[in-house]
């Protein structure tokens, strides 16, 4: 099986690095520059329309969207177990991964580029200000989630790589995230592991080569 990732360094292409390198899975990396818009080359929108990162291309075949590329990571290296195996609790993990993408993951995107959402001058205050605030709410319920535990369930999931990503991507957009300290835990505790380690080292080795491109 050949596994190919199309990733750009910050953005969410760090939660399938995450769960492949879990996973044990043998991958090839591509880099898309976001900051010059390769993600809407020609060469790129030919397999990938929506013109977003991460891709996943399997045998020559696309998957794109981050929640059916954490399913299929899943179901395709069962004993990686980055689901749980009751069937409930997978539909539970699920439900989480739809909630960071849905619930989580749009307030970072409007916090990140607010005229992309806005463009009437003078608006960009106010939709950081609404981002900012929709997120300290979403981050209050994983607060209570994480509470008294070190992951969302009782071992290391998909869920906790998504949420990594989310909660990192808040910090660097100066989200005042500091009094959540069960999500912080959860952060450090992620960030000590060897997959966490790995892509962190691959994301700053990307970005000193294209800043030096």
């Not at 794109?64 to 539970?92: K, M």
């Amino acid at each position: 099986m050949k596994i190919e990732l199309y990733y750009a360094p910050v953005a969410c292409p760090l939660v399938p690095y995450v769960t492949l390198t879990e996973a044990g899975a043998d991958f090839d990396v591509h880099i898309i520059n976001l900051r010059k818009q390769a993600q809407k080359s020609p060469e790129y929108m030919r397999i990938n329309p929506k013109h977003k990162v991460p891709l996943l291309i399997i045998d020559g075949k696309p998957l794109s969207e981050n929640i059916a590329i954490q399913l299929w990571i899943a179901r395709n290296f069962p004993n990686a177990h980055l689901v749980p195996t009751d069937p409930w609790l997978e539909l539970q993990a699920t439900s989480m991964l739809s909630w960071f993408a849905s619930g989580i993951h749009p307030h970072l995107s409007r916090a990140n580029t607010p005229r992309k959402f806005c463009d009437t001058d003078g608006s960009e205050g106010s939709v950081m200000r609404l981002a900012h605030d929709a997120l300290i709410e979403q981050f209050g319920i994983a607060e209570t989630m994480l509470t008294g535990k070190e992951f969302f369930f009782d071992h290391f999931t998909t869920a906790d790589a998504y949420f990594f990503w989310c909660f990192r991507r808040a910090q660097m957009l100066e989200v005042d995230v500091a009094k959540f300290t069960a999500c912080t835990n959860h952060f450090e505790t992620m960030k000590l592991r060897p997959s966490v380690k790995k892509v962190l080292a691959f994301e700053a080795e990307v970005q000193s080569r294209l800043a030096a491109a």
